[in-house]
């Protein structure tokens, strides 16, 4: 089955909005977690990332939110800009273990000016 | 410069043909892993590898072969190539370290079967 699952495949928000991007997984041993920026055409490139010993970590305008009792994780994106339309990618892994990075199917974000 | 190049970045094949995938990184990095993209999946991982002249079975890794001959060069092999396998595929390698597992991608390369 699908370790990691995003279960919105797309997202429009205003810009100036606020965008969050959810992301949900099934493996309780898994320590790191990621989101990944495409733009189309283009490789993937990480955004950000955390441990899973904060349940917070900003960067800007971007912040991830761990829920590790949830097994979710979210990415948050304020003031959203049109550049920022892209598929976003989030992903879980596990230090130690088989060094395997599991990706979601993806969340398609448009943002409208 | 970049770090991760795959070629060829695009090809067209026949089915039952056969294709390898090449994939080179000067990252120094341990960690070498094969991707294909389809709309709606994501990335999915086909194989990957730790170490030179060891690879592993990602998720889907049915129907594909890889190579690691030295730590800089990871194939893709498809020996029999289907129409199911059209798709774009990413090479990237990585290496844990403080900051997690961070994957550095190549370019991709945009693969039909036809």
């Known amino acids: 089955g699908q370790q990691v699952k995003q279960s919105s495949p797309s997202l429009t928000v205003q810009e100036g909005g606020i965008s969050i991007l959810n992301c949900d997984y099934e493996n309780d041993m898994f320590d790191y977690f990621a989101w990944y920026k495409k733009y189309p055409d283009n490789s993937p490139t990480l955004l950000i990332s955390?441990?899973?010993?904060?349940d917070k970590r900003e960067d800007g305008r971007l912040t991830v939110f761990l829920n590790k009792s949830g097994k979710h994780f979210s990415l948050h994106i304020t003031a959203s800009q049109p550049e920022d339309t892209a598929v976003y990618l989030c992903?879980?892994?596990?230090?130690?273990?088989?060094?395997?990075?599991?990706f979601g199917e993806g969340t398609k974000l448009t943002v409208s000016s | 410069e970049a770090a991760v190049t795959q070629s060829p970045r695009s090809k067209v094949a026949v089915t039952g043909g056969k294709v390898t995938l090449s994939c080179h990184q000067t990252n120094n990095h341990d960690y070498m892993y094969w991707y294909r993209q389809d709309t709606g999946h994501g990335l999915r991982l086909i194989h990957y590898s730790y170490v030179a002249d060891s690879t592993e079975k990602g998720d889907i890794p049915d129907g594909y072969k890889a190579s690691r001959p030295s730590q800089e060069n990871f194939s893709l092999i498809l020996e029999l190539a289907s129409l199911s396998q059209t798709a774009v595929y990413f090479c990237?390698?990585?290496?844990?370290?403080?900051?997690?597992?961070?994957?550095?991608f190549g370019e991709g390369s945009r693969l039909i079967v036809v």
């Open positions: 990237a390698s990585s290496e844990w370290d403080s900051s997690g597992n961070t994957l550095y």
């Open positions: 992903a879980a892994d596990r230090q130690g273990g088989s060094a395997k990075l599991i």
């Open positions: 955390v441990r899973s010993n904060v």
